[in-house]
């Protein structure tokens, strides 16, 4: 079975600090990986995935991961925070589904970055 | 294009009751899926359903349901409400062959007293 662990529930970051969320997980076959963020009372927005290819990968507002096989991690990097980023960031893998598709996602727990002048 | 949208936004039902859930998926997105999400549990699937069938099930009792129509809209149904049903129940859909990655609507708030 596969599962995600975020190793930190709670993340405080001074303003312009670089930040570390961390991801791990476990599976026994390929797999693809998502962070997505949340603001509070809104649903998931897809910050990075990594599919294949280029190991590292970037998003549009500063963030990026780098997928790294051998230590089964994904770890979320941003090496600037502002008050914005202040939210709820959860890593996800795609599980097995049927005929090969990934409709359903696996999720940790979540981590709160609180971000502070 | 329009962005997944869910019906209602919030909802209050009492212990026993029923509830269906709405959600309408990205136009041209044949794949909805559904999950739960509470402060104890975090993010659950549900269920996933494409092209009117469930391909996806996640592990949660047979009082949640769900189904899908021919224009790719979804409902998820909750029979004999408990108490630990009150959840933001989040849709998602995708589209493409492999149904990749998953677009998220706003959520249903629901709180079962």
């Known amino acids: 079975a596969q599962s995600v662990t975020q190793l930190d529930s709670q993340v405080p970051v001074f303003e312009e600090a670089p930040v570390e969320l961390r991801c791990n997980y476990s599976?026994?076959?390929?797999?693809?990986l998502f962070w997505y963020v949340q603001y509070p009372n809104q649903g998931l927005q897809l910050l990075l995935k990594y599919l294949s290819g280029s190991t590292l990968v970037e998003s549009i507002n500063g963030f990026e991961a780098e997928f790294n096989k051998s230590q089964t991690s994904f770890h979320l990097r941003k090496p600037s925070v502002h008050i914005s980023d202040t939210a709820e960031y959860f890593c996800a893998v795609s599980g097995p589904g049927d005929g090969g598709s990934q409709g359903n996602l696996i999720f940790g727990k979540g981590t709160k970055l609180s971000v502070k002048p | 294009k329009a962005g997944v949208t869910q019906t209602p936004r919030y909802l209050i039902k009492t212990r026993g009751q029923q509830v269906t859930l709405s959600c309408s998926p990205i136009?041209?997105?044949?794949?909805v899926s559904w999950y739960q999400q509470t402060p104890g549990q975090g993010l659950q699937f549900l269920f996933e359903y494409f092209s009117e069938t469930q391909r996806n099930k996640g592990n949660f009792p047979g009082r949640f349901s769900g189904r899908q129509f021919s224009n790719s809209r979804s409902e998820m149904n909750v029979s004999t409400l408990e108490l630990g049903d009150s959840a933001l129940y989040l849709c998602a859909s995708s589209g493409g062959n492999r149904r990749v990655q998953q677009y998220f609507g706003p959520g249903t708030r629901l709180t079962v007293t």
């Open positions: 599976s026994s076959v390929s797999v693809y």
């Open positions: 136009s041209g997105h044949r794949s």
